[in-house]
């Protein structure tokens, strides 16, 4: 009798264990799930262009809390707000971003423009502020098809929140923009200005050569840093990709007139961009739909994202000493005091420091 009590006492001591051990294993399973799922949701995305390195959404996000076209400029070109990581003219320094308006009756366009050197501007994207017959505003940033294919295009998903997006964004972002303001374009603080009688459109002083006093060019990151910065933007409802151009005449308008560059255009087809993905490779970004169509809405199709392919070796281009016009734009702005000097020893770019240096 004892002899099969103690069999039975085996037997379901096994199948416990047995139990046991399968539990554990579709736990550890699970885990293993979850990792790879938060994994991929961290993991960085790419177009494999160049404007991966300056994020179109914390552009958006910046133009929504500036008072003026001068505070903008000033904020996308702040080091301290980890947005522009952008080196078009391959001389190892973050390039000035600078603002140019124009307005047409109701429209007006918000170009963000690199100088590339003393001959040669860059448009990097352009921001359409557009008032319909209704009086409904519509805001949408679209990037340069140089730097960021065809039809970029983020738009405001006008949610509500009263938390700044951009862990690099320091400042007055919560005390200037209410939270109500999220609801609607209507409320940001810089479409009101712009539609105010008081707006006068606004030209960047600064050129090749000549920045202002605040700002000191500094050495760009690796794009797995930069992306640490803004990955954010992509898993909230803040701010959201689209295929639709809100208002495609005046974009049409203005399309063939951007300003481009021939040095940008070697530096794509050298593979001089790619140094910033440091020989990594990184998946391509998802593009939104529209009715199970992923086609642009104004009937041209999309270039397809590349990504960096670490065979290929950079080839640094360095534009010559520009010859310095002394004539400024503006009258009414002064000149800098001081222009920035290179430092005289380099150092590495994924290391970056604070040279107050003039560019080459």
Known sequence: MIFFVTLI????IKFKIRIMKKALLLLVIGLLRLAAISQNVNEPEALGLPGDNLNLYAVLDVFQKSRTLEDFEKAINDKNRKINNLDLNGDTYIDYIKVVSEKDVNSHAIILQVPINAKENQDVAVINVSKDSSGKISVQIIGDADLYGQYYVVESSSVRTSVTPNPGYAGEAKAIIPETAYTSVDGWPIVLYLFSPVYVVYRSPWYWGYYPNFWH??????YHDYWGYH?????NNQYHRTLVVLNPVYYNHYYPRRSTSTMVMTNKRNGSYNATYNGRNYRKPTFPSRNGNTAPSMGQSLNKPRVASPNRQPV???PTAPTINRRMPNREMQRPSARPVLPTSKQNPARPTSPSGRRN
Request: net charge positive; aromatic share 34%.
């Open 9 to 12: 006492v085996i037997g379901v």
């Open 217 to 222: 060019p500094w050495y760009p990151v690796f």
């Open 231 to 235: 990955y954010h933007y992509f898993r």
């Open 316 to 318: 640094p281009i360095r």
